[in-house]
């Protein structure tokens, strides 16, 4: 018995592994930057270390400025 991908089912497998694998890098960066300011709860004003505006940046700028 052979399986035969038809081309939109093809299609439909990609389109769903490229929103799996943004939703990921968003979840990835939310979780960061809940770590960051759950270190910072304590004070009134959320000032940044240079490695948490760091770590943030770089989870940043794989989801881009949207």
Request: hydrophobic share 40%; aromatic share 8%; proline share 2%.
């Amino acid at each position: 018995m052979t399986f035969v991908l038809q081309p939109w089912q093809l299609y439909l497998v990609i389109v769903a592994g490229w929103i799996h694998r943004q939703q990921q890098e968003v979840i990835e960066y939310l979780r960061t930057e809940n770590q960051v300011l759950k270190e910072k709860l304590d004070t009134k004003r959320i000032l940044l270390s240079d490695d948490q505006r760091r770590r943030l940046a770089v989870k940043g700028k794989i989801l881009g400025r949207k």
